[in-house]
């Protein structure tokens, strides 16, 4: 059997279980290492071997790391890569950990690539119902908030984007007064 076979017995079997919870955003989601827990009985069965290798890459003065998957059989392999960005700071961090954030996020983009994993929810536990609108959302709550929301867009954990969809998945509205505080938050 080629290798590419292999990897379409994989792509069509795998099951990686969102096994991690999001406080602050209220979702599931897998981690890098929810994916290797659950691939590998199946690089076992098609005897593969996953490697998998990281670059430090210096983008316009900022650190990404270079995550490189290669899936081989010996003979041939099979290539996909991915990258995340270090964050400046994180609180509670050290440099070291930063590093290892950065890794194991860009590592699961390339294993999610590979594998076919997409970081969709499943269909079967959405709430597929339309958020009922209660208006705008009240300024007094968006300021309380927008701090918090401001030290995630600078640290490039979530996107302006991500906390208005946030915001809109509770029903409301967001002012472009609002979305402009928020995209204040972006770095040039």
Not at 15 to 35: H, L, T, V, W
Not at 138 to 151: L, R, T, Y
Request: net charge negative.
């Amino acid at each position: 059997m080629s290798i590419t076979s292999k990897l379409v017995n994989i792509q069509t079997t795998l099951k990686a279980p969102k096994g991690q919870f999001n406080n602050f955003g209220k979702y599931k989601y897998r981690s890098c290492e929810d994916i290797l827990e659950a691939v590998k009985p199946l690089l076992k069965e098609n005897e593969l071997v996953l490697l998998l290798t990281d670059t430090i890459e210096a983008i316009d003065g900022r650190h990404y790391i270079h995550a490189t998957v290669r899936l081989t059989d010996g003979e041939q392999e099979i290539i996909t890569s991915a990258y995340a960005r270090e964050s400046l700071t994180k609180k509670g961090m050290d440099d070291s950990q930063i590093t290892g954030t950065a890794s194991s996020y860009a590592r699961k983009y390339a294993l999610a690539g590979l594998f076919l994993l997409d970081d969709t929810k499943d269909a079967d536990t959405m709430d597929n119902s339309e958020p009922k609108a209660k208006g705008e959302y009240p300024d007094a709550e968006f300021q309380k908030n927008k701090e918090a929301w401001g030290k995630l867009i600078e640290s490039d954990k979530y996107t302006v984007t991500d906390i208005v969809g946030k915001i809109e998945a509770k029903g409301y509205k967001i002012s472009a007064y609002h979305k402009s505080q928020l995209e204040g938050f972006v770095r040039g």
